[in-house]
Structure formats: C-alpha cells, structure tokens
C-alpha cells in the first residue's frame, strides 16, 4: 500500500484527543467520514474539513446518525476506510446499523465521545456511560471491540488500531472516547509513515464468478472485494449463507451467526490489550480505562506513599473484557477498586470474573467529575480494611459532592 | 414485484448504463436468483435506509450507479429522501407502494387515501411524486406495476440523467379489497383501468384520492448540479490546485 505522506503528519504537535483521532484516522489510511454534528465530538468534524483536500479524503454531514452509519458502511464496500463520529444521543440512533455492520460484516469505526446521560444529559461534561450500550446496544448477538483512550496520544494511537482491527476481523470496532479526552490538550507524537503498522484489507483474488462474499477463512473472517469491480455479489442483512443469499432456517441462523461471535471470541488474548503496573505483591489493584486513569494514577501514588500495596489495571480495550486477568488477579489479590465516570458498569464485569475471589470496591464518578482523586483513595483504604469476602459489589459513599 | 424487475431489466439495456457499474440497494428481499439474472451487485439493508447506504457507496466510487428500491421510503425513509433531494445525490430511487405494510395484515402505509386499506385510516396521505419534486429531485414519475412499457421508459430516462430520481410504482399489497389468493390479475386489471396518464402534470395535482383516477406519468424532468458537482466546484474555489476532484485518486492510496 503507497502512504499518502500528507495523511500523516510526522512531529510533535500539541493536540486534543478530537484533532488526534483524526490525525490518527488519516494516518490508518481513513478516507470517509460521514456525521452528523454533535457536542463534544464537534472538532474531529472542523479538524477533519481542514485537512480532507489535502490528505483527499471525502466528507458529508449527514441528515442524522442513522443514516451517517449507513453511508459509512456503504463507502466501506468501495474500498474507503470509513468513520463515523458521535456521541451518546448519536450513539443511540447508530444502533440499528452498528448491528447491520456486524451482520454484512463490514470494516469501519465509530467514535462515541462520551457525555453525561441519559438523553441529552450534559453535552459538555465527561461520562462513561455508554460502555455497556457499546456491547449490548443493538439487538441480537454480536461481539464488539472497543477502545477506551485516556489521552491525545492514546486516542492517536488506538485509532491506528481501531481500522486495523476492523479490517482483521471485518468488523466495526468502537473507540470510547469521552468529552475530557477528547477536548484535553497534550503533546502527540506522530510516527514517521513507514512506522505505523497498517493491517490491508482481506481481498479475494480468485475468479470473478466464485466469489462469496461470506466464505471464511480458517478464522472464521470472509474476504472482501470493493463494489464496482464486477464480482456481481449480494449481500442482505438477514440471516445468510456464504453467498449472501438469506436462508430463514434455524441451522443457517447457527451456521452464520456463530462464526460473526467467534471470529473474535478465538482471538480474544490477541485482541485485548492492557497496562498492568505493580500487581505483582499487590493487594489492592485499581481496574481503570479512559478518562479516569488521571485521578486513578494520582490515587495509586498517594496511597503508595502511604504504604499500601496498590497495583493497577489500565484497559486499553474493554471489550472484549479481559476475563482470564480478572480471574487470575482476583486469585491473589484482597480487592479490587474500580472508579467510572458511571453508576456501575464495567465494575459488575469486573464482580462476575472474580467469582468471590476478592472484594471489588466501586468508586462512581457519576457527579464528581474527573479528578476526584480524595475519593478513590479512600476506597482503597475502605478496601484494605475489608476483611471478610463480600459478595456483590461493595459502592463506596462518597463523602464529597453527593446530593 | 415481478413486473418491476422485469421493466427495470428492460430500463436498464434501454439505457445507456453501464451494467458493471450499477448496484441496487434495497430494504425489501429480492429472490436473489433474480439478481444474479439481473447482474448487478446487490445490498438488501435495514428497513427504509437504502437511500442513506447508497449516499455512502456513490461517495465512495462516484462511477457508481445507485438504484435504491425502497419499500418505507416515506416512513423510516422519509428524511433521507428529502435530504437528498436536496442535495440532489446522483441516484434513482424506485419506491415500491403498495399501500400497506405486507407482513402485517392492514397496517396502512403514510400513502393511503382514506378508505383504501383494510382497516382504513383516516390520516391524509403522502404525494410520493411532489413530496419527491418539492425537495429537489430532477425527475419524478408514478407508474403502475402493469404500466409495463412506460414504467421501462421511466426507469431508462431515468438512469440517464444526472441526479436524483424518483419513481412511484403502485404495485399490489395483499390486504387491498382482495383475498391474497385472488390479488394477481384482478388488482392490476383495477390500477389499469383506474389510472390516466398525464405527463408533466404538476406534481401538486397527482395526489391519489378515493373515486378518482390515478394520475400516472413522467412529472419531473430537469437539470441541477448534482452533490458531486457542487462539492467538487466549492472546494476547488476555495483550495485552487491543491484540490483534489472529489472520488478522483483519492488520497493515493
């Protein structure tokens, strides 16, 4: 694949998670987006505009959300790296495609910025709300990947990954983002282009007249070819054969939607990713992702100058959620403290694969904000002196900002 | 439906469209041994967004050529039809009205008179052709599924041009006045001889009553920039030579 060298642009810049994930975009080779405006995901759209002549990728704001994922699947099938950009309201209306997605199994990425909920919430304050609508959102049975950045770099970086996971397993792949990410100003680091690992596209290369566009590979992944190149295929969001021909019959149901989990299900040690500091002699591990790791690595630090064993567990990707660390750690560890910008989400993941092994504190951020430092080490200390094995998951009252 | 397929199969080597490069985007199922006869590549999506999956494809490849078929396009479909009349996005949408929602016995569609489905409705209904017209499209035509040789005309002409385009077929739905088992010849014997043809009539006079005819015919018919164009024109004002055409080599890679 040639690099357009004015995608990427290679130095040091000072940019927000927005700016970087579009930079990031261009630089994975994403040459299509389309969105509807929304606050806090507004800038990746301007920042977008000013560089798409030059970079010479496409852009058209659409009439909703609805209809942004559907043109993004589409462009997909012309061979276009496509995006979208929203957030929660947005992500809401993307459901129904984000499931069409799944099902044709077409590569493209979608950013959620995360604001507060339910319904309109507050726009420009940061939330972590939608992680389960990310996994759960649309109907049926799908498994889904996502990114959860903490920073601009991050953001850059995951969303290099993003496409070449959508690509690898011919799937949407979701990034969390959240409105504190994504408006945070940090110092980005752009590789040189030849640095940056691209994963192709899967494309069938045989005779015209035999392509299927759902045959798998050993992996369970179908090769694709772009639309237009005469290979005259269909494709249909009902339950399929390899033809792409729908089949209303319960053994092509199990015969199609099957290989669509497990394609990422087998793969799933290779698809999570996770920083895990200091949990080797820990008693305490703080399980973390987004814009929480700010006041999760300040809280580690002080509660280490004050003597407690505290590790940590930084979720690059949540989904899919990394079971078999959970499981592992729970076996060693008293607790476990898992601060959200929520009112309980990945801290239940967290419960279910310690299966009573260790306490899980959980610390909600629903309206403390981002930096409430104080709270989170409290709970590790409330964790601490927890003696007995709880079951369920024990929510830390916040002695601050609670109404 | 069978007598659409067989017209647009005409329409198209009426045309002057290249076959390899057309792809029909629809939220109904076709028997897809149909397509593979018809040869063209073939996306059955989400109910009532066809014309939203085509918008992506065409800014993709702007080689393309879009056919959307679209059963709810006035429904779920409505604001993708009106903004892209706007835009006037290159494609040709083919709206398959058959007034009422097939699966479920008597539902009625926005585009029921008063009095024509089974369980009524007293809602006023859509002017697919001037809704279609009022918000852009370059051409606009209402045929019935027996209009057999002016429905091929239609969709030719209509491949043709440039633009947005919308067709109404009045096909049969099986909950209208008649048993499923005897819809066949007698309901499109009904449009027939039910239906005047009036050309370049204003869209404004062809909404379908209750008692009276249905008006049939080419409505619509002129020139606009498409998106393409005025994106195209727009960005090279502003960037001069460092524009790229849009879908020209995008991107280099």
């Given at each position: 694949?040639?690099?357009?060298?004015?995608?990427?642009?290679?130095?040091?810049?000072?940019?927000?998670?927005?700016?970087?994930?579009?930079?990031?975009?261009?630089?994975?080779?994403?040459?299509?987006?389309?969105?509807?405006?929304?606050?806090?995901?507004?800038?990746?759209?301007?920042?977008?505009?000013?560089r798409s002549a030059e970079v010479g990728a496409t852009f058209i704001q659409m009439e909703d959300e609805i209809s942004a994922l559907a043109a993004v699947i589409g462009a997909s099938w012309t061979g276009k790296k496509s995006m979208t950009v929203t957030s929660g309201p947005g992500f809401s209306n993307m459901m129904e495609h984000l499931g069409l997605g799944v099902m044709l199994e077409t590569p493209c990425v979608i950013v959620d910025v995360q604001q507060s909920g339910p319904s309109l919430g507050i726009p420009t304050r940061a939330g972590q709300g939608d992680m389960m609508q990310a996994r759960w959102g649309s109907h049926g049975d799908y498994e889904v990947i996502t990114l959860s950045p903490s920073s601009p770099q991050e953001m850059f970086d995951f969303t290099i990954k993003a496409f070449n996971f959508s690509e690898k397993y011919r799937t949407p792949v979701i990034?969390?983002?959240?409105?504190?990410?994504?408006?945070?100003?940090?110092?980005?680091?752009?590789?040189?282009?030849?640095?940056?690992?691209?994963?192709?596209?899967?494309?069938?290369?045989g005779q015209k007249d035999k392509y299927l566009p759902f045959k798998r590979d050993k992996d369970f992944v179908p090769r694709?070819?772009?639309?237009?190149?005469?290979?005259?295929?269909?494709?249909?969001?009902?339950?399929?054969?390899?033809?792409?021909?729908?089949?209303?019959?319960?053994?092509?149901?199990?015969?199609?939607?099957?290989?669509?989990l497990w394609k990422i299900r087998n793969d799933t040690e290779k698809i999570i990713e996770f920083q895990e500091i200091g949990t080797k002699d820990a008693e305490i591990v703080i399980v973390y992702y987004g814009a929480t790791s700010g006041a999760a690595s300040k809280a580690i630090k002080q509660a280490r100058d004050l003597g407690i064993k505290v590790g940590s567990l930084k979720l690059d990707t949540v989904w899919p959620f990394p079971?078999?660390?959970?499981?592992?750690?729970?076996?060693?560890?008293?607790?476990?403290?898992?601060?959200?910008?929520?009112?309980?989400?990945?801290?239940?993941?967290?419960?279910?694969?310690?299966?009573?092994?260790?306490?899980?504190?959980?610390?909600?951020?629903?309206?403390?904000?981002?930096?409430?430092?104080?709270?989170?080490?409290?709970?590790?200390?409330?964790?601490?002196?927890?003696?007995?094995?709880?079951?369920?998951?024990?929510?830390?009252?916040?002695?601050?900002?609670r109404v | 439906m069978n007598p659409i397929i067989t017209a647009f199969a005409n329409g198209i080597k009426k045309s002057g469209v290249e076959l390899s490069n057309m792809v029909l985007v629809s939220d109904i199922p076709f028997e897809p041994e149909i397509i593979k006869e018809?040869?063209?590549?073939?996306?059955?999506?989400?109910?009532?967004?066809?014309?939203?999956?085509?918008?992506?494809?065409k800014l993709g490849n702007p080689d393309l050529k879009i056919v959307a078929f679209i059963g709810d396009l006035m429904t779920l479909g409505g604001n993708h039809l009106v903004h892209s009349g706007r835009r006037n996005m290159e494609m040709l949408v083919i709206c398959v009205n058959n007034f009422v929602y097939r699966e479920?016995?008597?539902?009625?569609?926005?585009?029921?008179?008063?009095?024509?489905?089974?369980?009524?409705?007293?809602?006023?209904?859509?002017?697919?052709?001037?809704?279609?017209?009022?918000?852009?499209?370059?051409?606009?035509?209402?045929?019935?599924?027996?209009?057999?040789n002016d429905l091929t005309n239609s969709i030719a002409n209509a491949l043709d041009k440039r633009g947005f385009s919308v067709i109404e077929v009045l096909s049969?739905?099986?909950?209208?006045?008649?048993?499923?088992?005897?819809?066949?010849?007698?309901?499109?014997?009904?449009?027939?001889?039910?239906?005047?043809?009036?050309?370049?009539?204003?869209?404004?006079?062809?909404?379908?009553?209750?008692?009276?005819?249905?008006?049939?015919?080419?409505?619509?018919?002129?020139?606009?920039?498409?998106?393409?164009?005025?994106?195209?024109?727009?960005?090279?004002?502003?960037?001069?030579?460092?524009?790229?055409?849009?879908?020209?080599?995008?991107?280099?890679?």
């Open positions: 694949m040639k690099t357009n060298l004015k995608a990427v642009l290679t130095g040091t810049h000072t940019l927000s998670g927005n700016e970087a994930f579009i930079e990031g975009a261009f630089a994975a080779g994403c040459r299509f987006l389309a969105a509807y405006p929304i606050m806090p995901a507004i800038e990746t759209i301007e920042r977008y505009l000013k990034i969390m983002s959240d409105e504190y990410v994504a408006h945070k100003k940090e110092k980005v680091i752009i590789p040189r282009a030849d640095e940056i690992k691209i994963t192709p596209r899967r494309y069938f290369k694709m070819v772009d639309i237009g190149d005469g290979y005259k295929f269909h494709v249909t969001g009902l339950t399929h054969d390899d033809k792409g021909y729908p089949i209303m019959l319960e053994e092509c149901q199990e015969y199609n939607v099957h290989p669509i079971d078999k660390k959970i499981t592992e750690l729970a076996e060693k560890v008293k607790a476990f403290v898992v601060p959200e910008i929520n009112y309980g989400q990945i801290v239940s993941e967290v419960e279910r694969c310690s299966y009573g092994n260790a306490n899980v504190v959980f610390v909600s951020h629903g309206e403390n904000g981002i930096d409430n430092t104080e709270d989170i080490v409290s709970a590790i200390k409330l964790a601490l002196n927890e003696e007995k094995i709880k079951k369920g998951i024990i929510e830390y009252q916040s002695q601050t900002g | 018809l040869g063209v590549d073939f996306f059955h999506i989400t109910r009532g967004r066809a014309i939203a999956f085509g918008t992506g494809l479920i016995a008597g539902t009625p569609a926005p585009s029921v008179s008063p009095g024509f489905s089974a369980f009524s409705t007293f809602e006023k209904p859509f002017n697919a052709p001037h809704l279609a017209n009022s918000c852009g499209a370059v051409f606009t035509a209402r045929w019935t599924a027996l209009h057999t049969p739905g099986p909950n209208f006045y008649k048993d499923i088992n005897q819809i066949d010849s007698e309901l499109l014997d009904f449009y027939y001889k039910n239906s005047v043809t009036k050309n370049n009539e204003d869209t404004r006079n062809v909404e379908i009553t209750p008692g009276e005819k249905i008006i049939t015919g080419e409505f619509t018919d002129k020139e606009k920039p498409t998106f393409i164009d005025t994106y195209n024109a727009q960005l090279s004002k502003i960037l001069g030579d460092k524009f790229i055409p849009h879908g020209g080599q995008s991107g280099g890679d």
